[in-house]
């Protein structure tokens, strides 16, 4: 195998995030991440106490979201949230950009939302991740393209104190010419623009649309060292399949997936 089993578990935030979990589906999820060793799990504030100690003496960290999915909460809530989750246990924080000023070109009120949470985080010695929601910036905004918006936002976090810049929310939805909604997420391009933006202490998780092993080894390709997940079971049950065929000698079939799906 390309990596091993390790290097690839560690990558996965385990998202439970939907807004129809229980507290038993959270705890469940909980278990399941300690079962697998993964890096984290990424939960709903009103949750982390739970998380906590569901997770305690595991090796699997405790995340939360804050102002999560659309960004839209003033900034000091988006701070005080995150007090309040680094007192309850959470050692990282994904917050959400305000994506109608990024849009508007209110770039000191970007950054000091996003240095106000990072500020906070890291006072407690947790680790911020902050999320741009790639679907709605393709046509970029500001008088720059998406792909210059895209850099100028990696740029003006990693100046805020970012410890990762993030893809998506995984709940990105963009109203389709059918009506329909529905959003990409993580995609080959926006990575690599975004680990290119960066600068090395900044690092890059992908999040929405990486739904099987292929997937999650791309993105490690691609320089990102996290990718928020909900098929984490599936991942790593495949990557057991694989080690196991390449030990035994047996043809080891790939699963030709692409980044982008959706269904995060």
């Given at each position: 195998m390309k990596y091993s089993y390790a290097e690839l578990a560690k990558m996965i935030d385990h998202s439970l995030l939907h807004p129809t979990m229980t507290d038993r589906d959270l705890d469940e999820g909980c278990d399941l991440a300690a079962r697998y060793d993964v890096a984290s799990?990424?939960?709903?504030?009103?949750?982390?106490?739970?998380?906590?100690?569901?997770?305690?003496?595991?090796?699997?960290?405790?995340?939360?979201?804050?102002?999560?999915?659309?960004?839209?909460?003033?900034?000091?809530?988006?701070?005080?949230?995150?007090?309040l989750a680094c007192r309850d246990g959470a050692v990282e924080i994904d917050m959400v950009i305000n994506h109608g000023k990024a849009l508007g070109g209110d770039w000191d009120y970007v950054g000091r939302d996003v240095r106000a949470v990072c500020d906070e985080a890291h006072r407690h010695g947790a680790k911020v991740k902050v999320i741009f929601e790639n679907d709605y910036l393709a046509k970029g905004g500001a008088g720059l393209d998406g792909d210059d918006f895209k850099r100028k936002l990696c740029q003006l976090c990693e100046k805020?104190?970012?410890?990762?810049?993030?893809?998506?929310?995984?709940?990105?939805?963009?109203k389709q010419a059918d009506g329909s909604y529905n959003y990409k997420g993580a995609t080959e391009h926006d990575l690599a623009l975004m680990r290119a933006s960066c600068s090395p202490r900044v690092q890059v998780k992908a999040a929405g649309g990486v739904r099987d092993l292929d997937g999650l080894i791309k993105v490690r390709d691609l320089g990102g060292s996290r990718c928020g997940a909900t098929a984490t079971a599936a991942m790593l049950d495949e990557f057991r399949r694989r080690e196991a065929a390449e030990i035994a000698g047996r043809p080891v079939a790939a699963d030709n997936s692409a980044l982008g799906r959706g269904g995060y």
């Open positions: 799990v990424c939960i709903k504030p009103y949750a982390v106490a739970r998380a906590a100690a569901r997770l305690r003496g595991t090796d699997v960290k405790v995340g939360c979201v804050i102002g999560f999915p659309h960004g839209n909460a003033t900034t000091e809530s988006k701070r005080y949230e995150t007090e805020a104190g970012a410890d990762w810049v993030k893809t998506s929310t995984g709940y990105g939805f963009v």
